[in-house]
């Protein structure tokens, strides 16, 4: 059974058992020290704090540890908020509001900031610090302050607004800050000495300036004083984020308070400080101002941050991928190629740029090229076309360039961008293949030519030679036994030497000995009959040659002593030739050979000849190799090789 995922379950990440208890101690003594201190800073008794801590620094505290600890610190950080709301003077009969007012607070701000934030809150987006206003700066004072309003000796409006403002002030000011050090802290340690330099000149200037302004004596109060804080502000913002802001107003709130309460800067006519409403919505509104700043200016720059990675991510896969990639604006010009294509051309890339990719195409595909590409821009289509490209080395070669149109998520046009790849081996590939499909159908024609006419010069005129005579015989006066005997003599080895060459022209085409006795046999006989019809003699010789070889092996090493044997007889001029199979652990090998003219395998190799062809692809069915030996004058040797259970292997030729 499948359960949603809870927001408040123990999986989140935590800290430690140390560590939390090191926070829970410090929630808790915070909450009796801080509240301490700031009532030690009134001198006046009618004075109104106008900014409450200590619901601030709880709330902290409940963010950075587990749920089932927060029974244990709530209570115990009231007891220290009743202690020094006693201490400084508070009313008995106020301290239940204020825990009442207290609690409906906390709860809210740290329950609603559990349940939208899947981490400690992180203020750096519009988003977040939205979300993080709801509960902490709104709901939550605003519901607390209901009940904490009942603890106070005035009007209950003027209380509420005051406890609410106080309340907000806290919360935009104390927890940010708190949460910011606590999340960004390690981050800005391992910033640069020049950023940490940076960051204590701002706050030296804030402070300094804040000083300035907020404690100035009464008669020399301007208001122009308050824009000085404007540029550190700006500052903290845009250079150091939510950490800088947060930090940058805990310093501006903290003197402006100070100098309030004690009679100085631009809020000394408050004093008593009776009613901080005016220095609390100067606060509020300045810090809401400049924390919103600084969440725009992490958003953007986050968004900076993942487009360059993204930049980054593309360069990388571009620049290690196989294929030479392009990238061009609207006005069709160049406007990026990778690093595949840089070292293809062997050209920089200032020089590719614009039209340059163009100046190394073939001249005689330029043209064409243009136009499909310029086409291709127009009607906003994808395209391909094929093209030479001028290599590094001089060397033409042919690539496939495919490009697709580019487009911004608004749907206005942006360019192009393609690939491409290197086919000349391909092309090479396929020009070879048609080459030998052709030679093969060629030889195809051929031989059913040389099968036709054998029928028809040979074996048909036999045939009607036989009949002429047979008639002659039945149509000629009666003669002696003798003579009949005589003509049926010369017709029966008529018919004879008929078989053998027929015989000898089905073992051309297909070797039933092959199939039946095997390829020593089928061997040894082919080599007997092309003796005896060409007049030449041949040695055969074999060892080794195991009873069963695959059909596939033996039809392979025979065609091949067929074509090798009959071109050895047709051109070498030699009378003598030699065959050997022989066998071995590591496979089946054929030598033919003979001390005839010889030839130029160079030669035959780039004329690319049928039967070169022909015994090199047979034996690469059967991951066999060919090797020829051979040089004008000096004979002929061809071997062929087929391994057992070995990778195929390439032609080796030798002179």
């Known amino acids: 059974m499948t359960t949603t995922p809870n927001r408040f379950s123990e999986s989140r990440p935590y800290l430690g058992p140390r560590s ?170 391992r910033k640069s000495r020049t950023h940490h330099v940076e960051g204590l000149i701002l706050i030296a200037g804030l402070v300094l300036v804040s000083y300035v302004v907020f404690t100035v004596p009464e008669n020399s109060r301007s208001p122009a004083l308050f824009y000085t804080l404007v540029p550190f502000l700006l500052w903290s913002a845009l250079r150091f984020g939510w950490l800088g802001a947060s930090t940058s107003l ?55 941050h993942i487009v360059r990675e993204s930049e980054e991510r593309f360069r990388l896969v571009a620049n290690t991928a196989p294929v030479m990639i392009w990238m061009a604006g609207t006005d069709r010009l160049c406007t990026y190629l990778n690093q595949p294509w840089l070292e293809f051309t062997g050209r920089p890339l200032e020089a590719q740029l614009g039209n340059g990719w163009a100046e190394g195409i073939h001249k005689e595909d330029l043209k064409h090229s243009l136009e499909i590409y310029s086409q291709a821009f127009d009607q906003r289509q994808s395209f391909a076309m094929e093209y030479r490209v001028r290599r590094h080395d001089g060397e033409y070669r042919w690539i496939v360039d495919i490009g697709v149109p ?64 047979l008639e002659r015989c039945d149509h000629q006066a009666p003669r002696s036994l003798v003579d009949l005997h005589k003509d049926l003599t010369l017709v029966g080895q008529h018919v004879s030497d008929l078989g053998k060459d027929v015989q000898a022209l089905s073992h051309r085409l297909h070797s039933s000995k092959l199939e039946y006795l095997g ?32 059909k596939e092996i033996s039809l392979c090493l025979f065609r091949v002593l067929q074509e090798a044997l009959q071109n050895a007889v047709k051109h070498s001029t030699d009378q003598n030739f030699a065959v050997e199979l022989r066998g071995s652990h590591e496979g089946t090998s054929l030598r033919v050979s003979d001390a005839g003219v010889g030839f130029d395998w160079q030669d035959a190799m780039s004329r690319r000849g049928l039967g070169l062809i022909s015994m090199r692809e047979r034996l690469r069915l059967v991951n066999g190799e060919l090797s020829i030996q051979s040089a004008p004058g000096r004979g002929t040797v061809v071997i062929a090789r087929v391994p057992h259970g070995h990778e195929g292997r390439s032609v080796a030729v030798a002179g």
């Open 250 to 304: 805990i310093a501006v709130t903290s003197l402006s308070v100070w100098g309030a309460v004690h009679g100085r800067g631009p809020f000394s006519n408050l004093v008593p400080l009776t009613d901080p409403v005016p220095l609390q919505m100067f606060l509020i509104f300045a810090s809401i101002t400049f924390m919103v700043l600084a969440a725009v200016a992490e958003e953007h720059e986050q968004a900076a």
């Open 519 to 550: 390829l020593v046999s089928a061997a040894k006989s082919f080599c007997h009959e092309l003796s005896e019809q060409r007049n030449v003699r041949i040695e055969f010789k074999y060892s080794g040659i195991p009873a069963s070889i695959p």
């Open 20 to 189: 939390t208890w090191l926070v829970v101690c410090v929630t808790i003594a915070s909450s009796y020290l801080v509240p301490t201190m700031v009532g030690m800073l009134v001198s006046n008794p009618q004075t109104v704090w106008p900014l409450w801590p200590g619901c601030a620094i709880l709330v902290t505290g409940l963010l950075l540890v587990r749920v089932n600890v927060w029974p244990v610190v709530i209570p115990a950080s009231f007891v220290g908020f009743a202690l020094a709301d006693l201490r400084a003077g508070v009313p008995l009969s106020s301290i239940p509001w204020f825990v009442l007012g207290n609690t409906l607070e906390v709860l809210i701000a740290a329950i609603g900031l559990r349940y939208c934030f899947d981490d400690l809150p992180r203020l750096n987006s519009l988003r977040a610090l939205v979300k993080y206003s709801v509960f902490a700066v709104v709901l939550g004072p605003l519901a607390g302050a209901f009940l904490s309003t009942r603890g106070i000796s005035r009007h209950y409006w003027t209380g509420w607004t005051i406890v609410f403002l106080s309340e907000v002030l806290a919360f935009i000011t104390v927890t940010p800050a708190l949460l910011s050090w606590v999340s960004e802290g390690r981050v800005l340690m």
């Open 406 to 469: 580019r487009f911004h998520p608004d749907g206005s046009f942006a360019g192009y961008i393609g690939s491409c790849l290197d086919i000349t081996d391909r092309k090479l590939a396929e020009d070879a293949l048609a080459n030998v499909g052709r030679r093969l159908i060629e030889a195809h024609e051929d031989e059913r030519t040389w099968i036709a006419r054998e029928l028809h010069d040979d074996i048909a005129q036999r045939i009607a030679l036989i009949a002429v005579e």
